[in-house]
């Protein structure tokens, strides 16, 4: 090889490796000469890198960082090169090459956490030797696959202060339970009933008294009560509003599992739920010691005579009465809408019907905590007929509220009471009764409502309150108006969306301050972030999305989940844990935290469709009302805040119906807690056979049509649960 040939070598001197364990043969002479002679041998055919050389190789000036050597002026050293060094010869290779600095990739860095107060910042992983060329990401990581639980929480909770300790309050008070609240706290703090830590003692007395300026100042009772016409009604003419009923009396099976009785209610006839408990074993002993019951249940249970389809109790009131308002409504014996007509899009003729309002007597202790006054039955206070159709839909006005001169006009205001009717209109009613009407209840035909509105060409399907002035509806034609019920015959001007100067011919239409389109069709459900977050808005649709919406900008700031195949028909909102809660695939329950909204985190599951969902105001126990008469009760605290662990859910009764003979009920209670599993799988799922998920169709009379929880502070664990079967069980579950 006498022309010197151009080989590519490393830099630097080849040394043996060194060596970091104890070999147990060394200083022992146990190679042969033989054997020496074959490893210079090995050394010497390894030396020979001639196998290693290419042609053409670029000098250092061409842009390599080593030396161009002859095959004389190799370097000495270990001929024999392990994998190690071969290895270490690739990575110099690529490290000699000269990059162009926009192009050559960035060394990694840790991840940085920064201060409590900051997000991390996210940082893709990237591979050095392979670009992906259609990756994409959200921007933000995936807490549960890339960050620990600080992380996690500051993504689902935010950064700031005030967020951090919202949570950790809740968490510190709430967590405990597992399925249940509690009626008082321990003696640490934890536990018991309580507003939201977000909303603050301050700012509820600031909308108490200058949220209600309009109406007590500014001529808004006027004008309610001169747009409200109501007459008073003889008994002999209500019949028509009330709900027709299958027979008189309705038979139902209760008391303990194994020894239950037949119990006959009349029609709006009451029976206290302990009384079937009496007749069970330990009732003997109870009778001999003359000393009652320990644990006792507190609760009612009424013949409302036909299904119930809407319920809701009437908040600010902590008094010594709860009022429930209530709709039942029979199977229609005459067509409600025109013939060949879509029922859900049609307005319905104006037919009679009947919201009743119901009040249920309290008693106090010394911990300031309602329990259910078990010597007076619930009292029918108020009636309220109209010829609007059937009633859809009644939500409270949820606004605190300090209630003024009502002792000098000689009335109890119970609230804004809105609703929607079959015909198509959204109306509200300021709900009053007069001061000692309880011994006897009223009959009063509404004619007018203090405000009623409907956009035109389609149906008011949903609502939800804003603000004690501002009224959210979903149409049937997937768009959602926004009015203000105080100023909605006045259309604002153009450029000023609020309508804070009206124009000074009032419009006798009202006109809504926002009228955009959310889904392609039909709304079904949606839910306000009230209290901390009233300009943020959830919507459900038949379209198979749920959409979050940022009333400040509508059309461009929001963001839809992922889509479903079957819209859901249920949703709620929950102060502590800041997310949306509401059903997937028709038995999954789901939490939708509003600052990841595209994901869902599972707490929950039931055995058969969700009809009904509520949120407790003053604790966070998500109550759910199923197709097969179920009531579960859950606390999804826990596995928010860590997503390891077990969750736990509780049936607080059963209900079933069977239509032999006229119709019979049975009432099932004492299930214990339960685990349950949020995977569907093919072993193991009751749901799923011969790899088809499977879904059973059951009684609409057996169903659990409507669930509420009571939003007033003292009596935070009360619960009101309606059934297809006309029943209706309000009972105090608070632990």
Same mark, same amino acid.
């Given at each position: 090889?006498?022309?010197?040939?151009?080989?590519?070598?490393?830099?630097?001197?080849?040394?043996?490796?060194?060596?970091?364990?104890?070999?147990?043969?060394?200083?022992?002479?146990?190679?042969?000469?033989?054997?020496?002679?074959?490893?210079?041998?090995?050394?010497?055919? +390894? #030396? *020979?890198? $001639?196998?290693?050389?290419? &042609?053409?190789?670029?000098?250092?000036?061409?842009?390599?960082? %080593?030396?161009?050597?002859?095959?004389?002026?190799?370097?000495?050293?270990?001929?024999?090169?392990?994998?190690?060094?071969?290895?270490?010869?690739?990575?110099?290779? +690529? #490290? *000699?090459? $000269?990059?162009?600095?926009? &192009?050559?990739?960035?060394?990694?860095?840790?991840?940085?956490? %920064?201060?409590?107060?900051e997000l991390p910042s996210f940082r893709p992983r990237k591979n050095l030797w392979k670009k992906e060329q259609n990756s994409h990401a959200r921007g933000v990581p995936e807490p549960t696959q890339y960050a620990s639980k600080e992380d996690t929480l500051k993504y689902l909770f935010g950064t700031g202060l005030d967020d951090i300790l919202n949570l950790l309050r809740a968490r510190d008070m709430w967590a405990g339970p597992i399925t249940l609240p509690f009626k008082v706290a321990d003696r640490h703090g934890?536990?018991?009933?309580?507003?939201?830590?977000?909303?603050?003692?301050?700012?509820?007395?600031?909308?108490?008294?200058?949220?209600?300026?309009?109406?007590?100042?500014?001529?808004?009772?006027?004008?309610?009560?001169?747009?409200?016409?109501?007459?008073?009604?003889?008994?002999?003419?209500?019949?028509?509003?009330?709900?027709?009923?299958?027979?008189?009396?309705?038979?139902?099976?209760?008391g303990p599992y194994g020894k239950q009785q037949v119990y006959s209610l009349a029609t709006m006839q009451s029976m206290h739920i302990e009384e079937p408990w009496k007749h069970a074993a330990d009732a003997e002993n109870e009778a001999a010691t003359g000393k009652p019951r320990k644990g006792g249940r507190q609760g009612w249970i009424l013949n409302l005579g036909s299904r119930v389809r809407c319920l809701d109790w009437a908040p600010n009131h902590s008094g010594s009465t709860q009022y429930l308002a209530l709709a039942a409504s029979s199977k229609p014996t005459i067509a409600q809408t025109p013939t060949n007509a879509a029922p859900s899009f049609t307005p319905s003729y104006p037919l009679p019907a009947a919201i009743q309002i119901w009040a249920f007597a309290t008693t106090t202790n010394g911990d300031r905590t309602g329990y259910m006054d078990g010597n007076k039955s619930p009292e029918l206070v108020l009636t309220i007929c109209t010829d609007w159709g059937a009633v859809k839909q009644l939500k409270w006005c949820p606004v605190p509220r300090v209630v003024r001169d009502d002792q000098v006009r000689g009335k109890i205001s119970l609230g804004f009471l809105a609703g929607?009717?079959?015909?198509?209109?959204?109306?509200?009613?300021?709900?009053?009764?007069?001061?000692?009407?309880?011994?006897?209840?009223?009959?009063?035909?509404?004619?007018?409502?203090?405000?009623?509105?409907?956009?035109?060409?389609?149906?008011?399907?949903?609502?939800?309150?804003?603000?004690?002035?501002?009224?959210?509806?979903?149409?049937?034609?997937?768009f959602v108006a926004i009015w203000n019920i105080f100023q909605g015959n006045q259309p604002p001007l153009p450029g000023n969306a609020a309508g804070a100067s009206p124009p000074t011919i009032p419009s006798p239409i009202p006109v809504p301050w926002s009228y955009q389109q959310f889904h392609q069709t039909y709304v079904v459900a949606m839910a306000s972030a009230y209290p901390a977050h009233p300009h943020l808005?959830?919507?459900?649709?038949?379209?198979?999305?749920?959409?979050?919406?940022?009333?400040?900008?509508?059309?461009?700031?929001?963001?839809?989940?992922?889509?479903?195949?079957?819209?859901?028909?249920?949703?709620?909102?929950?102060?502590?844990?800041?997310?949306?809660?509401?059903?997937e695939e028709n038995d999954f329950i789901r939490i939708y935290?509003?600052?990841?909204?595209?994901?869902?985190?599972?707490?929950?599951?039931?055995?058969?469709?969700?009809?009904?969902?509520?949120?407790?105001?003053?604790?966070?126990?998500?109550?759910?009302?199923?197709?097969?008469?179920?009531?579960?009760?859950?606390?999804p605290m826990r596995k928010v805040l860590n997503s390891k662990a077990q969750q736990y859910q509780q049936t607080c009764f059963q209900h079933e119906w069977s239509r032999k003979g006229d119709g019979m009920s049975r009432i099932l209670d004492g299930f214990k807690v339960e685990t349950v599993s949020m995977a569907r799988t093919l072993v193991g799922d009751?749901?799923?056979?011969?790899?088809?998920?499977?879904?059973?169709?059951?009684?609409?009379?057996?169903?659990?049509?409507?669930?509420?929880?009571?939003?007033?502070?003292?009596?935070?664990?009360w619960v009101a649960a309606g059934m297809g079967s006309g029943l209706l069980r309000v009972e105090d579950l608070a632990l």
């Open positions: 090889m006498g022309d010197a040939i151009s080989i590519r070598r490393s830099g630097r001197d080849r040394k043996p490796n060194k060596k970091y364990t104890v070999d147990a043969f060394e200083g022992l002479d146990i190679l042969s000469s033989d054997s020496e002679a074959a490893a210079e041998v090995l050394q010497g055919d +390894a #030396s *020979d890198d $001639d196998d290693f050389a290419f &042609e053409g190789a670029p000098d250092k000036a061409g842009g390599l960082d %080593g030396d161009v050597i002859t095959e004389e002026g190799v370097s000495e050293g270990s001929g024999i090169v392990t994998p190690a060094e071969n290895y270490d010869d690739a990575s110099s290779y +690529a #490290s *000699d090459i $000269d990059v162009p600095e926009h &192009e050559r990739p960035q060394e990694e860095e840790p991840l940085e956490l %920064g201060p409590f107060g934890s536990r018991g009933m309580g507003y939201p830590f977000s909303h603050t003692t301050e700012t509820r007395e600031m909308e108490s008294n200058l949220g209600w300026k309009w109406y007590y100042e500014d001529g808004g009772r006027e004008l309610f009560e001169k747009r409200q016409k109501t007459q008073v009604l003889l008994t002999d003419r209500v019949n028509p509003y009330m709900p027709s009923t299958r027979n008189n009396r309705h038979s139902c099976l209760m929607i009717w079959g015909e198509g209109h959204v109306r509200v009613l300021d709900v009053q009764i007069d001061i000692g009407q309880h011994s006897s209840a009223g009959y009063v035909k509404y004619e007018g409502a203090a405000f009623a509105a409907r956009p035109p060409d389609t149906l008011c399907t949903c609502l939800t309150w804003l603000s004690a002035v501002d009224l959210a509806v979903g149409c049937a034609n997937g808005l959830a919507t459900t649709s038949m379209d198979g999305y749920m959409r979050l919406t940022d009333l400040r900008a509508p059309s461009t700031d929001f963001i839809l989940t992922n889509r479903s195949r079957i819209g859901s028909s249920v949703i709620d909102y929950c102060e502590p844990l800041q997310a949306m809660v509401s059903t935290p509003l600052r990841r909204f595209f994901s869902s985190i599972s707490v929950g599951r039931a055995e058969a469709m969700v009809l009904s969902l509520s949120v407790g105001k003053v604790h966070p126990t998500i109550l759910v009302g199923t197709a097969d008469g179920a009531v579960i009760a859950t606390n009751k749901k799923i056979k011969d790899a088809s998920v499977y879904a059973t169709i059951h009684e609409e009379e057996t169903g659990v049509m409507q669930v509420v929880w009571n939003p007033n502070l003292h009596c935070g664990g």
